[in-house]
DNA sequence: TAAATAAGTCAACATGGCTGACATAAAATC
DNA sequence: GATTTTATGTCAGCCATGTTGACTTATTTA
């Protein structure tokens, strides 16, 4: 209704892209961590410790400092599902080398194979779609996700991905 | 490390490939909520309640269990939110004209204020990230998303969203 | 008339965010 | 060398939102 006042019909089809992508995101998203979410049921691990296991399988011997800038949440809340890995051999902490006040984290072989387990369901559905899809599309897949991205949060994950 | 023994060194790019999907869209639905948040705790509501917003304003005189459907929550889940909205007078339930057991859903005037602030700060962060990344890209990153979300996933959306 | 369906409700539990306060060890600074 | 800052850990409690299970009411369908 405010459009037909706006005197700018092109929004129209504007607001119906932006809330088709706004959708496909939730849904994706959604599914994205179904398998992985029942996975996790079985072990007693959630969302959260599946978040944990990614980011030190991908960066070992990553400090907790850093983590928690990565996933940006409290240290009280990292350290309920950091502790839970830690105690059931899933996630190894070393003492830091230049600064022993640091814990670098690492995956146990444990760790590791659960990660592997959980990524696999993961990439086998990013892979099918990414084959339906071509590979122009996930080239522009990758440039819309990364402009969905605070400013900061791109600084933060440079390195990890570059610029798409 | 284990990379090295494996010997298939076209696997590298391809499983980066994938990863780098898996953590742009991780990174991306978090900052994507990031705002909205924000707003919803200013009126003591959650995501949830942004959801029920979201679709109610998307197809007006949803049922309940067409909601539930959608969502793919429990309808105790729902009951809560739901009870929330009605009761502060953003959504309106009604009885339904052919099917008296049914409750349609609207928003009233309140509701589909409060639905178009908090898709407001959506829409402009999508249509940034579309601006920056092009239309082919956004084309791309429709058909990816789509080829994420499961099968019967995508036949429950039909009705919302047309196969990108 | 009986059975199925749409919606609502109560109770209890789990996950994973949050704040606030405080403790310890190590490094950095004065 | 003493002090301050930093990295990490911990306790306690709160909130939002998902779950299961049991049960009710109104209405439609068989």
Same mark, same amino acid.
């Given at each position: 209704m405010a459009d037909i006042k706006s005197g700018t019909p092109t929004l129209y089809?504007? @607001?119906e &892209?932006?809330?088709? !992508?706004i959708e496909l995101l939730y $849904? *994706?998203?959604? @599914?994205h961590? !179904?398998?992985?979410d029942e996975i996790l049921a079985?072990? !007693? $691990?959630?969302?959260a410790h599946h978040r944990v296991l990614h980011f030190v399988a991908r960066s070992p011997g990553l400090a907790v400092s850093e983590l928690l800038g990565v996933l940006r949440i409290t240290k009280q809340s990292l350290s309920r599902v950091l502790k839970e890995l830690? &105690?059931?051999g899933y996630v190894r902490q070393e003492t830091g080398a230049r600064d022993r006040r640091q814990r670098p984290l690492y995956l146990t072989d444990k760790g590791s194979e659960l990660e592997r387990r959980l990524s696999a369901v993961q990439r086998e559905r990013m892979a099918r779609a990414y084959r339906e899809a !071509?590979? &122009?599309?996930? *080239?522009g897949f990758w440039r819309v996700l990364f402009g969905l991205i605070d400013a900061d949060g791109? @600084? *933060?994950?440079?390195t990890f991905i570059e610029k798409p």
């Open positions: 089809l504007r @607001d &892209e932006l809330r088709k !992508g $849904f *994706a998203y959604r @599914d961590n !179904g398998v992985p079985e072990y !007693g $691990f959630g969302r830690v &105690e059931k !071509g590979a &122009e599309a996930v *080239a791109r @600084d *933060a994950i440079k």
